[in-house]
């Protein structure tokens, strides 16, 4: 199954210069409750999708959204139900932005951990269950939250230029390492059009 949506504001439009279509294929299993995912894109809702219990299923989501060039972008996603329950996960395989993909062990995970359930548990749990939240999680996420991944957006080369001089954040002077989405193909590193990925 294809989910697809578009952004079409004329006053989006004027303030964005770089139109990327995305592609982000997905596999979810919801347990013996309904969930709910929502999907984002700097704070502004691309899509938002009940996924019904019981039922496992593999989903594409696609759509366009336009950027600022040289500019720090957010994608999240937001999956929450009524009820904590074991079993369930859902599984972002990739994330294809312009036919370029986002390291997806580079997520910023908040799970909602009842604090009950987290202070029962011993120290050596305790550390087992943060290496799953912190740690590379290969994409599976099992905790009802929210799961973000950044990346910046520009033309080329000099975007990339213009954005360093320019920022001083303090996860600049930490050495972190910014994910570029370009807007001229042939000078990613990463190139990738999902081929093998079949839609249902």
């Known amino acids: 199954m294809v989910l697809q949506t578009k952004q079409d ?7 964005m210069t770089l139109m990327f279509n995305h592609r982000i294929p997905i596999e979810y299993f919801s347990g013996d409750h309904d969930t709910q995912l929502k999907i984002s894109v700097n704070d502004r809702e691309i899509m938002s999708r009940e996924l019904p219990k019981d039922q496992t299923e593999k989903i594409t989501i ?7 060039e040289g500019y720090k972008n957010k994608i999240t996603f ?3 139900g009524g009820h904590e329950h074991e079993g ?4 972002i395989k ?11 062990n580079n997520a910023e995970y908040f799970p909602e951990l009842n604090p009950e ?3 029962s548990l011993t120290q ?3 550390d087992h269950y943060n290496e799953i939240i912190y740690g590379k999680t290969g994409g599976v996420f099992g905790w009802y939250g929210q799961i973000n991944f950044y990346f910046c957006t520009g033309l080329d080369f000099r975007s990339r230029t213009l954005y360093n001089k320019g920022n001083t954040s303090s996860r600049k002077l930490l050495s972190e390492q910014t994910v570029w989405i370009y ?5 990613a590193k990463i190139y990738h059009k999902d081929e093998n990925d079949r839609s249902i």
């Open 94 to 104: 990739n994330i294809n932005i312009h036919d370029q993909i986002l390291n997806i």
């Open 88 to 91: 369930k996960f859902i599984k």
């Open 62 to 68: 696609e759509f366009v959204n336009n950027y600022n």
């Open 183 to 187: 807007q001229d193909k042939s000078i």
């Open 117 to 119: 359930w987290w202070e």
């Open 9 to 15: 504001s004329d006053e989006v439009q004027e303030k």
């Open 124 to 126: 050596q749990q305790q």
């Open 78 to 80: 937001d999956w929450h």
